[in-house]
């Protein structure tokens, strides 16, 4: 089973719609991550949590929200997406005692009409 | 925020050749990650260094912190190595991810 998971996988949306990707993971790490991809460009931080009670903003944060409802789950939350919302979007996890090494989820691609 | 250019932005090669993938930083770092992303889209790590060399079969990565350049090397190619990869020097709590060399290795 993998370590770092997401659902759902696919996701197609209207604009204005509310949206939530979830993000669970068996790896025991603190540190959790969203990031998202779009074609060009790296991947970008929108927010990231390195324990239950921290939730910090990343560069993109805006238009997103996230919940880490327990160590094993981290989501994100598209309040009322929007068509430059369309992107992969993925989960990362990270051990502060190896560096941070990121390990990702297999991703969402998300597709706000 | 760190700016990161990686070169080339494509690479084809024969199979058996010896690849190199550079990576330059603006700004100082703790450590850098070295990622592979397969063509279907997921991403998994290869090195995490902080100084030096590390090498993982074929793979070899490099990192020289004072001139902000790190090298991925594969060594013997080959057409399943083909996948685009990334480098994201880590600056305070954060990631910054270059676009991605994008690698062909031809049989």
């Known amino acids: 089973d993998a370590d770092v998971t997401q659902t759902p996988r696919n996701r197609i949306t209207k604009t204005g719609k509310r949206i939530m990707l979830e993000c669970s993971q068996t790896?025991?790490?603190?540190?959790m991550y969203w990031y998202r991809q779009d074609p060009g460009l790296g991947l970008r931080l929108i927010y990231y949590?390195?324990?239950?009670?921290?939730?910090n903003k990343g560069e993109i944060s805006d238009g997103y929200s996230v919940s880490r409802q327990a160590q094993a789950k981290f989501s994100l939350s598209l309040e009322s997406a929007i068509p430059n919302q369309t992107a992969l979007y993925f989960c990362?996890?990270?051990?502060?005692?190896?560096?941070?090494?990121?390990?990702f989820g297999p991703g969402t691609r998300l597709t706000v009409l | 925020k760190n700016e990161v250019e990686q070169s080339p932005q494509n690479l084809t090669a024969q199979e058996g050749e010896f690849i190199t993938i550079n990576c330059s930083y603006s700004?100082?770092?703790?450590?850098l990650h070295w990622l592979q992303q397969h063509p279907g889209g997921g991403i998994v790590s290869l090195f995490m260094?902080?100084?030096g060399k590390k090498k993982h079969g074929r793979l070899i990565a490099t990192i020289n912190i004072q001139e902000k350049h790190s090298s991925l090397h594969i060594t013997a190619s080959h057409p399943r190595d083909s996948a685009v990869y990334i480098c994201?020097?880590?600056?305070?709590?954060?990631?910054?991810f270059g676009t991605g060399t994008s690698l062909t290795v031809i049989p």
């Open positions: 990362a996890t990270s051990d502060r005692l190896a560096l941070d090494e990121q390990f």
């Open positions: 790896k025991g790490h603190d540190r």
């Open positions: 949590s390195f324990d239950v009670k921290d939730i």
């Open positions: 700004v100082g770092i703790s450590a």
């Open positions: 260094l902080s100084s």
């Open positions: 994201a020097p880590l600056t305070g709590n954060q990631f910054y």
